[in-house]
């Protein structure tokens, strides 16, 4: 069985996954339960279902270091050109074709790998067409700035819709790649 690449990452009704600043605090639903659906995205689990995690520089020094406690028994691979000080064992920072690098990974036994983000490594996978899911939860804001999911000039990429999820005004879908 092959690995899937998973793009798992929560953005404005805009578009936007940081606002200027680079700040996250607008992550969260809007509190009215009244449309949410049976299914819940059980964040746990899916964690459980991944043990690699992919992400740029400035996504791995915005993440807080409860978050990255979560990810101790994840293999972290952080698209960096300089190496940083980390008490994380598990923390490889790789410059080069990090795409060719997890794609390589995904031949390899083991789990699911989560494309954590941001931005402009998310552009990267996209361009190269290796994402198999996309599961993305929209927050219900506008910020009218901040760091786009989606940079400019990409190709067409048909997706099937999997599932569909609300939870307090977030809505997350679930798209899988076809091929």
């Not at 200027?20 to 819940?40: A, C, H, L, M, Q």
């Not at 920072?93 to 699911?112: A, T, Y």
Request: aromatic residues 12%; glycine residues 8%; charged residues 25%.
């Amino acid at each position: 069985m092959v690995r899937k690449i998973i793009l798992n990452v929560a953005m404005s009704l805009d578009g936007f996954i940081a606002d200027e600043r680079g700040g996250f605090d607008w992550i969260k639903g809007d509190g009215d339960k009244s449309n949410d659906t049976k299914n819940v995205f059980d964040f746990s689990k899916f964690l459980s279902s991944v043990d690699t995690i992919v992400m740029g520089k400035v996504a791995f020094l915005d993440c807080p270091k409860e978050t990255l406690d979560s990810f101790k028994d994840h293999k972290i691979f952080v698209a960096s050109n300089n190496k940083f000080e980390t008490d994380y064992s598990n923390v490889q920072f790789f410059s080069g074709d990090l795409v060719n690098k997890i794609v390589d990974l995904q031949k390899m036994e083991g789990k699911n790998i989560w494309l954590f983000g941001g931005a402009n490594l998310v552009d990267q996978f996209i361009k190269a067409n290796v994402i198999d899911e996309y599961v993305i939860g929209i927050v219900p804001i506008i910020l009218g700035k901040g760091k786009s999911l989606f940079l400019e000039n990409n190709f067409m990429i048909n997706l099937h819709l999997k599932e569909t999820i609300v939870q307090e005004g977030i809505v997350i879908i679930n798209y899988s790649k076809t091929y």
